[in-house]
Each structure stands twice: as C-alpha cells, then as structure tokens.
C-alpha cells in the first residue's frame, strides 16, 4: 500500500491564485481530512469527509473548498490564495471517524 | 474538548527507556487517549491508544492510571530515530477524529 498520497511537495502561489492541493488513499478508509500546521503551532482542521459525497467544515475552513466523489480521493482547493494561507498542509485518513489517523507526507504552500 | 498537559521537552539517551508523561484530568469516560509523533519535516505518525488497560504495540507500550487522569508512553529502548515531538491527545464522541494537538513535548536523544 502507498498509503496516503500529497501532491504538489512545494508549491508557490501568488496572491489571488487558485489551486487545488491532491490527496489519495489506498486503504479504503472512510475518513479523511485536512489540517494546516503554522511554524511552530499544532494543527487545525480545514475540512473533513466521513465517506464519498459527505464533507464537513473543520475550525479553519474560510478560503478552502473539499469535495469527496470517491472514496480514495480528498482534494482541497484553495479559491483565492491569500499570504494568511502559506503553511504546511496535511491529509489524513482512517477506517472510520475515531480511529487512528495516518497522515500524507504533507504540502508546502508559499502565497507572496 | 478535554485538555492535555506535557512536558515541553524530555532527553534520553539511545537504549534506554524513555516514559512520556501527559496528564488529562478532565477526561471523560468515552474519551480514548490517542499517542502521535512528529518527526522534522515530516506529517504526524500513529503511535498507540488506549481506553482503560494498559496497552502494547511494536512501536511503544501506553500505561494508562486506574482513575484514567494521567496516562504514560513507554519507548522501551529509545533511538535516534525516535528524536521528535510526541502529542498527547484525546478522543471522544464530541471530538470525533478532530486531533487536537496541543504544543507536545520535544524528545531528544542523545548517542
């Protein structure tokens, strides 16, 4: 298993730019999530799914859209990207809500 | 949410057992105790819970307290690759898969 997939590794935008932030898992895992972790800070929840077709706002979803057409797929796409939004961005998932979550190599994102 | 309080950092030195203490006083009976780490640049890794017993994975042992306030990650023989930041955390019905890390604390080993 690949486990759970990120896609860009870095990314660098400019203010006003849109774009949307890949993860994938191969587990089967019904959750799945996103956080942003600041320099220095825990993480906070963006978004979260309980399974395809079901997605929820998490403590930080202003400027962040989710969507879940498919169990394996958890896109986050940033709509206007704001410097407030450079950070490290992470998706995890799990077999069910309340399990243990295992976490994706994580997303640098720089908005100047 | 119930809170978590850690040590901000410990030391140890490579092979000998390491025990990370995390005290969650307002715990309530549906609340699972959770362990992460984080290694540097990397995104947080599983590490072990528990609910009531005492609990054993390849990766670590979690003593948890008869009155459930306090719990202990046990790291039998500590590595350099074992250097990171371990979270504490609680789950339960209210918080449901949301992690909320708090500051954790910093293990250092030493060679």
């Known amino acids: 298993n690949a486990g759970v997939t990120q896609t860009p590794k870095f990314q660098v935008l400019k203010t006003g730019q849109s774009m949307t932030l890949q993860c994938a898992q191969d587990m089967n895992h019904e959750y799945m999530s996103w956080y942003r972790q600041d320099p220095g800070m825990g993480l906070r929840l963006i978004h979260y799914s309980v399974g395809a077709g079901i997605t929820d706002q998490g403590e930080v979803p202003n400027g962040y859209n989710v969507s879940r057409s498919t169990t394996e797929d958890f896109p986050l796409r940033l709509l206007s990207a704001a410097p407030s939004q450079t950070s490290v961005y992470f998706c995890?998932?799990?077999?069910?809500?309340?399990?243990?979550?295992?976490f994706g190599p994580g997303t640098r994102l720089t908005v100047t | 949410d119930a809170k978590t309080t850690q040590p901000n950092s410990m030391e140890s030195n490579e092979e000998e057992p390491v025990h990370l203490p995390c005290n969650h006083s307002t715990i309530s009976g549906t609340d699972y105790i959770h362990w992460y780490r984080q290694l540097p640049s990397q995104g947080p890794e599983y590490v072990i819970h528990?609910?009531?017993s005492n609990v054993n994975n390849r990766m670590a042992s979690l003593a948890i307290a008869e009155d459930r306030k306090s719990s202990t990650l046990i790291l039998h023989r500590a590595t350099l690759r074992d250097a990171a930041v371990y979270y504490c955390?609680?789950?339960?019905?209210?918080?449901?898969?949301?992690?909320?890390f708090g500051e954790g604390t910093q293990l250092t080993v030493n060679p």
């Open positions: 955390i609680l789950i339960g019905e209210t918080s449901g898969s949301r992690l909320t």
């Open positions: 528990g609910l009531t």
């Open positions: 995890a998932s799990s077999r069910h809500r309340g399990f243990e979550q295992y």
